[in-house]
């Protein structure tokens, strides 16, 4: 059982620089989504989505992009990484009963 | 919009006691889920226990339960018979039926001492 997905588990990137977060579940779930945590703020949304071809913003979109072409993954991009995006990166999906089932989440340090 | 607000950020425990952690919410909605998850410092985040927001029936799993107040929308978490391995940050969130979209609290530290 794979569950969901992440990769990679760390990365180092320099002010400026684009990368992709990637996201897969074998679940079939429809609802995917892509928290940040950082110290004292707990998990906050960036983006969700409810199904394939459907994506919505959560509570901090800014400075990062997704697309859901297919039910199974759910890419996060950062186009030109700051500092500020240094943080533990999770991706979750859920089945219609609202319980998120997590993937191990993605140390990204921006330098 | 939703909210969940933890105001506990550091708690400790001696080892077989019994710790109460505090969550508050506020939501528009009649009908959501609220959960605690734990995150042990290996990072991965597990649910320790859900409660739906039409059942009055304080959810219970095993040492771990909850006092669900809806009118007051407190949603605590009971840990009974604390372990060393309940060391962990604990999580209180909260979604309606409708999105699946889940709001987090800031979280609790909790520490188990022996």
């Known amino acids: 059982n794979a569950g969901v997905t992440q990769t990679p588990k760390f990365q180092v990137l320099k002010t400026g620089q684009s990368m992709t977060l990637q996201c897969a579940q074998d679940m079939n779930h429809e609802y995917m989504s892509w928290y940040r945590q950082d110290p004292g703020m707990g998990l906050r949304l960036i983006h969700y989505?409810?199904?394939?071809?459907?994506?919505d913003q959560g509570e901090v979109p800014n400075g990062y992009n997704v697309s859901r072409s297919t039910t199974e993954d759910f890419p996060l991009r950062l186009l030109s990484a700051a500092p500020s995006q240094t943080s533990v990166y999770f991706c979750?999906?859920?089945?219609?009963?609202?319980?998120?089932?997590f993937g191990e989440g993605s140390r990204l340090t921006v330098l | 919009a939703q909210t969940v607000t933890q105001s506990q950020p550091e708690m400790s425990v001696q080892e077989a006691e019994t710790v109460t952690l505090s969550c508050t919410y506020d939501?528009?909605?009649?009908?959501?889920?609220l959960f605690w998850y734990k995150q042990p410092p290996s990072r991965q985040m597990i649910l320790v226990i859900r409660?739906?927001?039409?059942?009055?029936q304080n959810a219970t799993e095993n040492r771990f339960s909850v006092n669900f107040q809806k009118a007051a929308k407190s949603f605590s978490l009971k840990i009974s018979d604390s372990q060393l391995g309940d060391t962990a940050m604990y999580f209180c969130a909260s979604t309606d039926y409708n999105t699946d979209k889940l709001i987090f609290g800031t979280g609790t530290r909790l520490q188990v001492f022996p």
């Open positions: 939501t528009s909605e009649n009908n959501y889920y």
């Open positions: 979750a999906s859920s089945r219609s009963t609202g319980e998120l089932f």
């Open positions: 989505s409810v199904g394939a071809g459907i994506t």
């Open positions: 409660q739906e927001a039409y059942k009055q």
